[in-house]
């Protein structure tokens, strides 16, 4: 597996993406992948990762009335910090690949990015949610903001129907946090087809852990 790695060790893999990008399609391949090499793996989301975090998901995603944007990160935060304790580390620690739809980085441009919060407020917080534990390997899949909202059709949730401007600044986010970390984060272009998405993550997945 991935050279200079910590032994016994999992690794941790999040995927990252503004709403439409078909990360989460990506992510459920990935994991019917690894199963079928018997490659130990959990597959997880941020928010509702955790018990807890299902309800804050509920309330993060379908609240009516306004949140305040201080708020909403607080409540991601909370999220964040219970799905490490009790899901994210014991697994590492087991020897799992987590993978992760969503994490530290979607706070960063969601609320940093979208919301124009200070974004070294943001990871000084991140860091104190996640206790250190940070991924090993982030896959952003880039799409442009028009096709994603187009992708999303309908029926959205809170934050999808945020509009084109705010799915712009996210956009430009995380190609900024690509830009400033290129060691851990990977980006790939998810305006193609489902399939070409798959082939291009999955060069990423076995070069990182060498299979």
């Known amino acids: 597996m991935h050279k200079g790695h910590k032994e016994n060790r999992g690794y941790f893999i999040?995927?990252?993406?503004?709403?439409?990008c078909?990360?989460?399609t990506?992510?459920?391949l990935l994991a019917e992948y690894l199963n079928k090499k018997n490659i130990e793996n959990i597959l997880t989301r941020e928010p509702g990762g955790s018990d807890l975090g299902v309800h804050l998901r509920k309330i993060?995603?379908?609240y009516e009335a306004p949140v305040s944007n201080v708020a909403e990160t607080f409540l991601y935060l909370a999220d964040r910090a219970q799905h490490i304790e009790y899901k994210i580390k014991p697994a590492l620690e087991a020897g799992k690949i987590v993978l992760c739809d969503?994490?530290?980085d979607s706070t960063l441009a969601y609320q940093g990015y979208g919301r124009e919060q200070?974004?070294?407020?943001?990871?000084?917080?991140?860091?104190?949610?996640?206790a250190?534990?940070?991924p090993d390997l982030t896959i952003v899949f880039?799409?442009?903001?028009?096709?994603?909202?187009?992708r999303l059709g309908g029926e959205k949730d809170r934050l999808e129907a945020e509009g084109l401007e705010f799915h712009k600044k996210l956009r430009f986010g995380y190609l900024d946090i690509a830009k400033k970390d290129p060691k851990r984060v990977k980006v790939i272009d998810a305006n193609q087809s489902i399939e070409r998405v798959f082939e291009d993550t999955l060069k990423v997945i076995e070069e990182f852990l060498n299979i």
Request: charged share 30%; net charge negative; hydrophobic share 30%.
């Open 142 to 150: 880039d799409i442009d903001s028009e096709i994603a909202q187009k």
């Open 102 to 104: 969503r994490h530290t």
């Open 118 to 130: 200070d974004l070294d407020k943001i990871k000084y917080l991140n860091d104190i949610a996640t």
């Open 22 to 24: 078909g990360k989460t």
């Open 26 to 28: 990506q992510i459920g």
């Open 132 to 134: 250190g534990v940070k």
């Open 14 to 20: 999040t995927f990252e993406g503004a709403d439409g």
């Open 60 to 62: 993060l995603l379908h």
